[in-house]
Every structure is written in C-alpha cells, then in structure tokens.
C-alpha cells in the first residue's frame, strides 16, 4: 500500500507543478504568455501525470480488493516484484499515451491565432486554433481515451462493490468507519475526476465558454492531486501525530 501511495504522491506532485506555478506566475505578473516550447512541455507531462496517475488508481483498487477480499492469497497476487512490475506499467503506459498525444496535437496546423482562453495549455483549447479537418484524428483519439477511462473508472466501482460487500461482515463498527471513511472520499474523487475531465474534453465547442472552462479544468486537474494526500495520508493515525507535533514545534519556536 506505501508502496503505490509513493508513487501517487509523486505523480499528485508533478500534475499540480505542471500547471499551477505557470499559471500563478502569470496571474502575478498580469500576463498569459507562455512559449511555444513551454506550451508542448505543458501538455506533455500534464497528460503523462494524470494518465499514469488513473493507471495507478486502477492497480490500487485492485490491490485494496485483493488485501480485504483475498487476503490469504495476496502474497501470492501482489508480491513486491508484481506490484513494482504493475507501478511501472502505470508510468509506462502514461508516457507512451503521453507522448502519441503530444506528437498528434502538435502536428496540427493553428490558424485561428494563438490565444488560450485557459488557465494552461488544454487539449480542446489547443484544438479550437485548428481549422484542419485533421483534428478529427485527435478527436477520434480523444473518444477513445474517454472510453477508456470509462473501462477504468467501472473496474474501480466494481473492486470498491466487492470491498463494500467485504467489509459489511465485519463485526466490529470502528472497523466499518474505517474503511467506508477511506474508501467513499476516494470514490467522489475520482467520479469527479473523470466525470469533469470527460465533460471538458467532449462537450461542444457551442456550450463552451471561459468561465466555464477555468472551473471544469480546476476540477479535473487541481482538486484531484490536491486532494489525494488528505484523503490517504491524514487518515493514518501515524502521520496526523506527526503533523501535529510538527505544527506544535513550529508555533513553540515562533
């Protein structure tokens, strides 16, 4: 379990870097100026980030499945050489999405200025400045990743269906708390995760407007990681003691 909240932690990590200290720059300096180069590199590790960060929500609620409804088998299962295996597949898989992503967006010819109505460099921003009718390759690239997404998000429920189902049989009410106190933030997360970002990137381009675009982004790419480690690391009993006796050493030195 530390294992893979490591590796969430790292990619939480690099999605909220990947945009928002470029978009808080720019708001201080009452600009919306971004390179080219720094454009690419946007939507380069911001797709790889949240890609391979949905992978390693996939695998971890497969192993949350297996610790409580398998638990004699799960040595067996999700040893450590499996779970690394599988915590490389999700980095892997992200880059390689990434990358055919990026090389497509960007080979599209924009011809309706460079003007982002955006926070950050956005897919369907991006696609909006293009008047090539290849854009529908994108597009069709688009659905599809939706699509899998969609496959993803059902495998989620499933294992958490299982869990719930699991867990109900277990006498003791604290433990009950425990798990449901866990399991449900982690399960609105990532419906509002995939429900904003699917909303965002296949909505028509008639219902859009830039308010709107700023909050379904904000939704989609900084709630999410920001939320993450209050979800899995205060609700361990280790780490909020350490907090707080962190934030107590720092107010009795101030």
């Not at 899998?148 to 495998?155: D, I, K, Q, R, T």
């Not at 990681?225 to 780490?239: D, G, H, K, T």
């Amino acid at each position: 379990m530390y294992f893979f909240l490591l590796n969430l932690a790292l990619l939480d990590l690099g999605a909220i870097s990947t945009t928002v200290p470029k978009s808080m720059d720019n708001s201080l300096r009452d600009t919306r100026d971004i390179s080219y180069a720094g454009c690419v590199l946007q939507v380069f590790f911001f797709i790889f980030l949240i890609a391979a960060e949905f992978s390693l929500l996939t695998t971890m609620s497969y192993d949350r499945y297996v610790a409580i409804c398998r638990p004699l088998h799960y040595e067996t299962l999700l040893g450590s050489r499996v779970c690394l295996h599988l915590a490389a597949a999700a980095w892997g898989c992200g880059f390689l999405y990434s990358l055919l992503h990026t090389t497509n967006i960007f080979s599209l010819p924009l011809c309706q200025g460079n003007s982002l109505e955006q926070l950050f460099c956005e897919v369907p921003q991006i696609l909006k400045l293009s008047c090539s009718t290849s854009y529908l390759r994108e597009l069709w690239l688009l659905v599809a990743s939706v699509c899998l997404s969609f496959v993803c998000f059902v495998f989620i429920v499933v294992s958490y269906v299982q869990i719930f189902r699991a867990v109900l049989r277990i006498p003791s009410q604290q433990g009950r708390h425990k798990a449901f106190a866990t399991c449900l933030p982690h399960l609105a997360v990532v419906s509002l995760c995939v429900s904003t970002g699917i909303f965002a990137n296949l909505k028509p381009f008639s219902i859009s407007s830039p308010s709107l675009d700023v909050v379904l982004s904000v939704l989609y790419s900084v709630v999410p990681p920001a939320v993450n480690p209050l979800i899995y690391s205060l609700r361990n009993q280790e780490l909020k003691a350490a907090l707080s006796k962190l934030i107590t050493e720092c107010f009795q030195k101030q």
